[in-house]
């Protein structure tokens, strides 16, 4: 079996943005309205997801949202995970960053060090290990992380379901699992101040995304755009 290339923590040509964040927090819409700001500048955008994001790691997650592997607890939730984020890396993150295009991506290794680590208590050391086979290498350069109560995260995802759509997995957790969900987010950003952002999102979409917007610039270099 051909060998993964390792990449280095700070892509040399793309940039590596993710979003995180407990249900419901907007990551999805923020995620969206960066990618038309960066395009507008001329810049090529990958807008992407976890799980999922290539044909393989789309069938993983419906697996994973619909509950299917809880049942063998969270390290193997955490395999199939990092399944998904390997296939997910070696055909569209890598892909696109080598091709010079920023790569945003809606969840990533923070949702997996929350769910399944410090939620579902799997030890640290082995959590790492895991993380770091399937990233081999490649870490975002700038991670928001959108800090909701989680009683309005879920009342939003509520709202959003379609009319027949199932509760998934995750959303299916008690209030006292959120809870713990948004502080273990919060930990990760108090511990990696250089790459996190903790946003408000509580605040409107538009205010929102100007926050996120000042952050990245001030973080990742833009191009500037010559005065007509």
Do not use: N
């Not at 790492?128 to 086979?133: C, F, R, S, T």
């Amino acid at each position: 079996m051909a060998k993964r290339k390792l990449t280095p923590a700070v892509p040399e040509a793309g940039h590596f943005i993710t979003l995180e964040g407990g249900e419901g927090a907007g990551k999805s819409t923020l995620a969206k309205a960066l990618a038309s700001r960066l395009e507008a500048l001329g810049i090529a955008v990958e807008l992407t997801r976890e799980p999922g994001g290539s044909p393989k790691a789309e069938r993983i997650r419906t697996s994973l949202l619909a509950g299917q592997v809880k049942p063998f607890g969270a390290f193997a939730e955490a395999l199939m995970f990092s399944a998904a984020r390997i296939d997910h890396i070696d055909r569209r993150i890598r892909p696109a960053l080598e091709r010079g295009a920023w790569v945003i991506c809606d969840r990533f290794i923070d949702s997996t060090r929350v769910y399944q680590g410090a939620l579902g208590e799997i030890a640290p050391g082995k959590l790492a290990a895991l993380e770091a086979i399937a990233i081999a290498g490649l870490k975002p350069e700038l991670t928001f992380i959108l800090d909701l109560a989680p009683e309005t995260g879920l009342a939003r995802a509520a709202r959003r379901r379609q009319p027949g759509e199932a509760v998934d997995r995750f959303e299916s957790e008690t209030l006292a699992f959120h809870r713990r969900l948004r502080q273990a987010y919060l930990d990760i950003a108090a511990a990696e101040p250089a790459r996190c952002v903790v946003l408000d999102a509580s605040l409107t979409p538009e205010r929102l995304v100007e926050q996120a917007w000042e952050a990245l610039a001030s973080r990742l270099p833009l191009p500037q755009i010559a005065p007509a």
